[in-house]
C-alpha cells in the first residue's frame, strides 16, 4: 500500500474516529459535575480516576459505531497508539502535581489529554485537529487564570464546549473515498 493508501484505509475503518472525542466529552462533563459536588482535592482525585475511563468508554462507543479504534494492520493507526503513549507518559508529571500543587492538575490533564489532535490532524490532513488542541490548550489556560476558584468546573466545561464544536467538525467534514 502506498502512503495515500494508508490514509484513505485509516478513514475508513475509523469511521470519522469519533469514539474517543465522545468518550472525552461525556468524562469531562462528569468531572464538571462531580467538582460541583466535592472540594477540590477530592474532585482533583476524581479527575485523575475519571480520565481512565476515556479509553473503555470510547471502545465501547467504538463497537456501537463500528469504528476501529485499535488496528495492527495500519500504521497510522499504530501511529495513534504511539501519541496516546506519549500521552500516557506525561502522567510522571500529573502524580507529582497532584502530590505536591494539586490546582496544577487540571491545568496540566486538559491540555496534555489534547496532545495527540496535532499528530490525528496530520493523518487526516485537516486541520480540525490542530484547531481542536490549539483552542483547547489557550481556553484552559485563560480557564485556569480566569476561575481561580472553580479551576476543575471551568476547565472541564472548556473541555467539553472544544469536544462538541471538533465533534461538528468531524461530522461535517468529507471523508475521502476510494
Not at 468531572?31 to 474532585?43: G, H, K, M, N
Not at 476501529?68 to 508529571?93: E, F, R, Y
Request: proline share 4%.
Amino acid at each position: 500500500m502506498t502512503f495515500d493508501d494508508y490514509r484513505l484505509d485509516f478513514e475508513q475503518s475509523s469511521n470519522r474516529a469519533m469514539s474517543m472525542p465522545i468518550a472525552g466529552a461525556v468524562v469531562w462533563a462528569l468531572v464538571a459535575i462531580l467538582s460541583t459536588q466535592f472540594d477540590e482535592q477530592v474532585s482533583i482525585l476524581l479527575l485523575l480516576f475519571c480520565s481512565g475511563l476515556i479509553f473503555p468508554i470510547a471502545l465501547g462507543i467504538a463497537r456501537i459505531r463500528n469504528e476501529a479504534l485499535i488496528s495492527n494492520k495500519n500504521p497510522m493507526a499504530s501511529l495513534m497508539g504511539q501519541c496516546v503513549l506519549m500521552v500516557n507518559l506525561l502522567w510522571a508529571v500529573h502524580i507529582p502535581l497532584f502530590l505536591y500543587a494539586p490546582s496544577f492538575v487540571p491545568l496540566s490533564l486538559g491540555i496534555s489529554l489534547g496532545l495527540h489532535w496535532v499528530v490525528y490532524s496530520w493523518i487526516i490532513q485537516h486541520p480540525l485537529g490542530r484547531i481542536h488542541a490549539i483552542l483547547r490548550t489557550c481556553l484552559v489556560l485563560l480557564a485556569w487564570y480566569i476561575f481561580k476558584e472553580d479551576r476543575l468546573l471551568s476547565i472541564s466545561i472548556v473541555i467539553v464546549c472544544t469536544y462538541l464544536f471538533t465533534l461538528y467538525q468531524m461530522s461535517a467534514r468529507v471523508v475521502p473515498s476510494t
